[in-house]
């Protein structure tokens, strides 16, 4: 015999209390896009180098409208971004927020990221009727932000960590390396990981493919300025479909996830590496199970996924969709249905995790 339980009594300071938090998420979604207004304006960049300022000393500083300047700095310092002090009625950006706005050298730089989270839900209609077709959105159909977001969001951690930890943490890389490998990066983006392993290791030479052509443009101009143009050659490309044999070292940073046939791309990644060569997947720091991914890095991501990399699997042939949390028991199984036999997590930051992978 069915039962129906009785309504449960809705307690209104629990009701209250996440009307409040909801408040709070709805200011942190504006803030996104105040983020990248602050960071185009040289709102952060003036309050770092000149000082506590006011509306209109910020305003004449950037060249700004000053009634926008006010309620900009009110909208940060309603968030803790800067600090406001009633009796001068000066702002100041404290010098952590500096770091984390101005400075693009720091891993703790977060531009990027609130560019990528601004451009991901300026294009949230074209992910709503994929819904509805079932189908995906394309990399390629997405706005500048999401692509300049995103290279901007984890360079700095690359730059903290790839030369200094993680390439070391591979069995024998950094050795040939130094005297001189062939190095393919897979879905290199606008190549800021190839320029890096380029700049350190100028016996090597390294090939960076993208299916992105814009981005392989911005790749070319990058090494270019960075004076590693001779060791550097940028291909448009799928990752099933990058030429060559015998690489030493095969690289894909933050994209496995976001590839519609992995195992197919693992396939073939196993096919144009050296017989002891080494495949380096660096992927968005996750767990195996969605409870150990319920905390502020994974809800990040599994946004990111929803909106971003999820759709960009489903607009591609297969349509695996993995998602951006996809932790290590599923890459395994990608890379050993792939052919590979040897696996292991050697690194791992607060956004991601660094794997081994061997034939």
């Not at 299916?211 to 590693?228: K, N, Q």
């Amino acid at each position: 015999m069915t039962t129906i339980d009785a309504p449960r009594e809705v307690d209104p300071d629990k009701l209250m209390g996440f009307v409040m938090t909801a408040v709070t998420e709805v200011g942190g979604a504006l803030n996104a896009a105040l983020v990248v207004m602050g960071d185009e304006l040289g709102y952060y960049r003036s309050l770092a180098d000149e000082g506590p300022s006011t509306p209109a000393e910020l305003a004449e500083r950037t060249s700004t409208e000053e009634h926008i300047a006010r309620e900009w700095l009110n909208a940060q310092a309603a968030g803790s971004y800067v600090a406001y002090d009633p009796r001068t009625g000066r702002y100041t950006l404290p010098p952590e927020q500096a770091v984390a706005f101005t400075d693009p050298d720091s891993p703790a730089y977060l531009v990027g990221l609130f560019q990528i989270a601004h451009g991901t839900i300026r294009d949230t209609p074209s992910v709503l009727a994929a819904a509805r077709r079932g189908d995906g959105v394309g990399w390629h159909e997405h706005n500048h932000d999401v692509h300049e977001g995103c290279e901007r969001f984890f360079r700095p951690s690359y730059q903290a960590h790839l030369v200094a930890e993680w390439l070391p943490a591979l069995d024998g890389v950094v050795d040939k390396l130094t005297s001189g490998a062939r190095v393919a990066d897979v879905g290199c983006g606008y190549g800021a990981s190839t320029v890096l392993m380029a700049q350190e290791y100028d016996a090597s030479t390294f090939v960076g493919a993208d299916y992105h052509a814009p981005s392989i443009e911005t790749a070319r101009s990058r090494a270019a300025e960075a004076g590693v143009g001779d060791r550097t050659t940028f291909v448009v490309e799928l990752a099933d479909a990058v030429d060559g044999t015998g690489f030493d070292l095969v690289t894909t940073f933050d994209c496995v996830h976001d590839m519609g046939d992995p195992v197919g791309a693992a396939r073939h990644i196993r096919d144009i590496l050296a017989s002891d060569g080494t495949w380096m997947v660096v992927e968005p720091a996750a767990g195996d199970h969605v409870e150990d991914n319920l905390n502020p890095i994974g809800r990040a991501y599994y946004g990111f996924s929803t909106l971003l990399c999820t759709p960009a699997s489903l607009s591609q042939d297969v349509g695996l969709a993995m998602g951006t949390q996809a932790g290590p028991a599923r890459l395994r199984d990608v890379v050993t249905t792939a052919g590979f036999t040897r696996f292991a997590l050697v690194a791992q930051t607060p956004f991601n995790n660094v794997y081994e992978v061997r034939p």
